[in-house]
DNA sequence: CGAGATGATTCCGG
DNA sequence: CCGGAATCATCTCG
């Protein structure tokens, strides 16, 4: 990666987005070593170019008619021949049939600049292509990066749901007493029927429905009342004889209110009255 | 605040 | 699956 950098910063370097001032050769200097072959290359072509006769021609040449289809075609062109050849020609002011191609020492240079153009335009391809492919697995890193920072916020994020629905669900984190009617009611239900306080389903239900909670609520109820009327009789003496006194009473009163012939075991106990398993 | 009361859950045996 | 027993977590009351 250090290395795909250093090529990354050279090619920034030289298009000028590297925040460094790149505009004038003494300042290239001041860029990062690496920048160097890159920098150079103007003079190196400028020492290729020692004939101090060509240097008043360079203006000329610079505004020729012909400077366009050189910068397209001549350098990079064929070596010898063709239309290439003859631009190339008309560019350094001769004709193209006037012999000047057979000069030896145009050729050499000639040849020398376009090695020179190939190696820096393949140096620029690879560099190019090496920094966009380092700007690529760049980019997938941190794609990755982020999405395993969104999965790891999805997971987070659905614990924190859970833990919160499950707090919520869990009754037992917001459990409230019954109401006083409620727990009336389920009192006088279980002393009245001390002997067998297993109520059938239907029982149960009936239940519910008067003390506005769950069927499972009243097999709760009676489950911890059995098992802590068992556990300590004595103590739930006092409530048992209340209980046994206002159900005597109420029957009382329904039994002297009238015989009637409707659901006459309604609100008690299967008329087996030996718990399920005789244990009680 | 703490002890006891209370509703819910869990485990186990039948 | 139901009920007993133990236990948990919260509520209530002094």
Redesign the pocket.
């Known amino acids: 990666i250090g290395g795909m950098e250093n090529r990354a910063h050279q090619i920034l370097c030289h298009i000028g987005l590297t925040g460094e001032e790149v505009d004038k050769p003494h300042n290239n200097r001041k860029c990062h070593n690496n920048c160097q072959p890159l920098q150079d290359i103007g003079d190196i072509l400028q020492q290729i170019i020692t004939d101090e006769m060509m240097r008043p021609r360079k203006h000329a040449l610079n505004c020729h008619r012909m400077k366009p289809a050189l910068f397209t075609e001549g350098v990079a062109g064929p070596e010898k021949g063709g239309a290439s050849a003859a631009v190339v020609a008309a560019a350094a002011g001769g004709t193209p049939d006037d012999g000047s191609l057979e000069h030896v020492d145009y050729k050499e240079k000639l040849s020398q600049i376009r090695e020179i153009y190939h190696a820096e335009l393949e140096k620029y391809e690879q560099a190019c292509n090496e920094f966009t492919s380092h700007i690529e697995r760049m980019v997938s890193i941190i794609h990755r990066k982020f999405r395993a920072i969104q999965t790891q916020l999805k997971q987070s994020t659905c614990e924190a749901v859970m833990i919160l629905r499950s707090r919520f669900l ?9 109401s006083k009617q409620a ?1 009336e009611i389920l009192n006088e239900c279980f002393y009245s029927h001390l002997a067998n306080p ?1 109520p059938n389903e239907e029982v149960k239900e009936e239940l519910a429905k008067k003390c506005s909670i769950t069927v ?2 009243i ?3 009676l ?2 009342k ?3 009327y ?1 556990k300590n009789i004595a ?1 739930f003496q006092e409530d048992a004889s209340l209980y046994a006194m206002k159900t005597a009473t109420s029957v009382s009163s329904l039994s002297s209110q009238a015989n009637s012939p409707a659901t006459p075991n309604s609100g008690g106990y299967p008329a087996i009255c030996t ?3 005789g ?2």
Do not use: E
């Open positions: 869990d009754a037992r984190w917001k459990r409230r007493n019954f727990t297993y499972a609520q097999a709760n109820w489950g911890n059995r098992i802590r068992k103590k718990p399920p398993d244990r009680l």
